[in-house]
């Protein structure tokens, strides 16, 4: 079962930021936070991942809180080929076997 | 970057025939590829982990031997649906970890019609 729960959709205006949290209250000390999104019939994208401390990308930024118990990613900029589903999955970045447990993620749509 | 070629993209066969779809790492070696499925407005369902030359894990669920893997070299990993049935329809979609990083890449997905 996936460790996380997201809103099952979330709606921005673009050129906006898009600010998309994710609740992993479960999260083991050795869980990164990860962040994929999917564009619709297309393979997993991947945008950032995290342990402990803010982390910035050209993508996204992401923002995981003290005690590591929920995230928020926030694309500055949000534009229409940003609509998508964005998936925020925890688990153990050396575990060389682990798969990743998709939940059902967030729909996100960029409206003009 | 790390790329993940998954051909074919779109295939569409016949009840019963077979159809083998292909998991290539372009520029890095994979021991480890992921098979997903994903059904129409779901998220991804892991169907099997294959490591390189040797057998592949399959979920609870997934019949081994109706989706046979082959995961003979550290670029290559195929997934072949065997006698396929029209509930088979779905975007199948693989997943390959870098030998020397932790990092992982997805394929483009391909979407099987079964007709």
């Known amino acids: 079962d996936a460790k996380t729960t997201q809103p099952p959709s979330m709606d921005c205006a673009e050129g906006r930021a898009a600010n998309l949290p994710c609740n992993h209250s479960?999260?083991?000390?050795?869980?990164?936070v990860y962040w994929y999104r999917q564009i619709h019939s297309q393979g997993p994208q991947y945008i950032i991942h995290?342990?402990?401390n803010n982390e910035t990308n050209e993508m996204a930024s992401l923002i995981i809180t003290e005690d590591r118990k929920s995230s928020t990613l926030i694309l500055p900029h949000a534009t229409l080929r940003d609509t998508a589903v964005y998936y925020c999955?925890?688990?153990?970045?050396?575990?060389?076997?682990?798969?990743?447990?998709f939940g059902p993620g967030t729909r996100l749509s960029v409206l003009p | 970057g790390a790329v993940v070629s998954q051909h074919p993209s779109r295939v569409i066969c016949k009840s019963g025939t077979s159809v083998k779809i292909e998991c290539r790492s372009l520029d890095f070696q994979a021991t480890t590829m992921f098979w997903y499925r994903q059904f129409p407005k779901q998220s991804l369902m892991l169907m099997a982990t294959s490591n390189e030359g040797s057998k592949a894990t399959y979920e609870q669920g997934v019949e081994k031997d109706k989706f046979l893997i082959n995961h003979a070299s550290l670029t290559l990993s195929t997934l072949t649906v065997t006698s396929a049935h029209p509930e088979d329809s779905s975007f199948y979609i693989c997943?390959?970890?870098?030998?020397?990083?932790?990092?992982?890449?997805f394929g483009s997905g391909t979407r099987l019609t079964v007709v």
């Open positions: 479960t999260i083991s000390g050795n869980e990164y």
């Open positions: 999955i925890v688990r153990v970045a050396d575990n060389y076997g682990q798969n990743f447990v």
């Open positions: 995290g342990l402990k």
């Open positions: 997943s390959a970890r870098h030998r020397n990083s932790y990092g992982y890449t």
